[in-house]
């Protein structure tokens, strides 16, 4: 059974930064994509940024030249590090671990709050 664990989530004033992290266990991770993907109150999940196993990297045009996806095979980690933050990137975040003809996981979510 793959879990995935994330953290680093908080209340942060418009123009902060916060890094989110996330753990995976099992030996899953370097062959995976791993990904960020966001949920707003009253809206639909969405992609934030992937990142391959071959080292591309994908991001949401909201978030391009704020946000940079990074991943630590050696941790089994992946992280998100979200600079310039607004008021629209308030949202839960979740972590997800995908390989295609292989199940699916997701972490469990991690709040995010841009707020003065």
């Known amino acids: 059974q793959v879990q995935l664990v994330g953290s680093g989530g908080g209340l942060v004033q418009p123009g902060g930064s916060l890094r989110l992290s996330c753990a995976a266990s099992g030996s899953i991770f370097s062959s995976y994509t791993m990904g960020w993907y966001r949920q707003a109150p009253g809206k639909q999940r969405e992609l934030v940024a992937t990142s391959t196993s071959g080292g591309s990297r994908n991001y949401a045009d909201s978030v391009k030249g704020r946000f940079t996806i990074s991943r630590d095979n050696a941790k089994n980690t992946v992280y998100l590090q979200m600079n310039s933050l607004k008021p629209e990137d308030t949202a839960v975040y979740y972590c997800?671990?995908?390989?295609?003809?292989?199940?699916?996981?997701w972490g469990q979510g991690t709040q995010v709050t841009v707020s003065s």
């Open positions: 997800n671990a995908a390989k295609i003809l292989f199940p699916t996981y």
